[in-house]
């Protein structure tokens, strides 16, 4: 799935915990590593790395060191095409004094412009647990069935106790509304004839995956565009969030998707997972 990954190293107090959560996940997939640094190399820093990657027993026989200078998101992303990279690995920022986590301007303009997909993690810990339950949004963006691929194989190999597939129908609110002067049982199975089609498709493509030990929820929900998916995902306490990313020519529905990506963006509900099409 992931062949290659690269993890963006910072020297701040959640450095070192992202490059054990990447040297975890470098195992998981059994990849190779890119470790990406971006600032003026000086004595200090060369000597504060060697003691991160003792401190977290790197194998350094299996990872290279990308140390440049440049804009932080120019440079990361210019690294990862030259590498191949396949995934991006990152942390999150906390706003001060309040307990909300969100993505900075760099990681924003990486998430928008990457050609890989990007991880970002919430809360790093320098004792790494697996993604024990897993949310991804099952519709929107070019390929779909891609994110739902990624979350059913990471699942799999992370062991994940439940899969929670989230479909939200977009133009629920005006399809009842062109409904709404249908008598009320016209109107009650129009409403359950949208969601049977939407659990119908989401099915189509679960049988076209390896979902075998998987313990599967899927949901259907509607609302204003990423809220559902962010309250889900807090209300059941997930390890991850798994969305699909847009690709570089958007449609209708790539925009609309795209609004939801930016909801989330603004306050993390959990880990976030954007799987490139």
């Not at 030259?82 to 001060?96: H, N, Q, T």
Request: glycine share 6%; hydrophobic share 40%; charged share 30%.
């Amino acid at each position: 799935m992931f062949k290659k990954l690269a993890v963006a190293i910072a020297f701040s107090p959640t450095g070192e915990a992202v490059l054990w959560e990447a040297v975890r996940l470098q195992q998981l997939f059994e990849a190779e590593m890119v470790l990406i640094h971006i600032g003026e190399r000086s004595d200090e820093d060369v000597k504060q790395l060697d003691e991160m990657l003792d401190q977290v027993k790197v194998d350094r026989g299996k990872v290279k060191l990308c140390w440049e200078n440049g804009a932080p998101s120019k440079k990361i992303l210019e690294i990862c095409r030259r590498e191949e990279v396949d995934l991006l690995i990152a942390g999150a920022l906390r706003k001060e004094n309040l307990f909300q986590y969100y993505i900075g301007s760099v990681a924003r303009d990486i998430l928008r412009k990457a050609d890989c997909s990007v991880m970002v993690l919430v809360t790093p810990s320098s004792h790494p647990q697996n993604f024990d339950n897993i949310v991804v949004q099952a519709g929107g963006g070019r390929n779909p069935r891609k994110s739902l691929k990624v979350a059913c194989d990471l699942g799999k190999r992370d062991q994940a106790s439940i899969l929670h597939l989230i479909r939200e129908i977009k133009l629920y609110g005006l399809s009842l509304a062109v409904a709404s002067e249908d008598s009320e049982e016209e109107y009650s199975e129009t409403r359950k004839n949208l969601v049977n089609e939407e659990l119908k498709e989401v099915q189509a493509k679960l049988d076209k995956l390896d979902t075998e030990d998987l313990r599967i929820n899927i949901k259907i929900t509607a609302g204003k565009a990423g809220h559902e998916l962010a309250k889900f995902t807090r209300r059941t306490n997930a390890d991850l969030l798994v969305m699909q990313g847009m690709g570089r020519k958007l449609g209708l529905f790539d925009r609309i998707f795209r609004q939801d990506l930016e909801y989330i963006m603004s306050d993390l509900p959990s880990n976030l997972l954007i799987v490139h099409p």
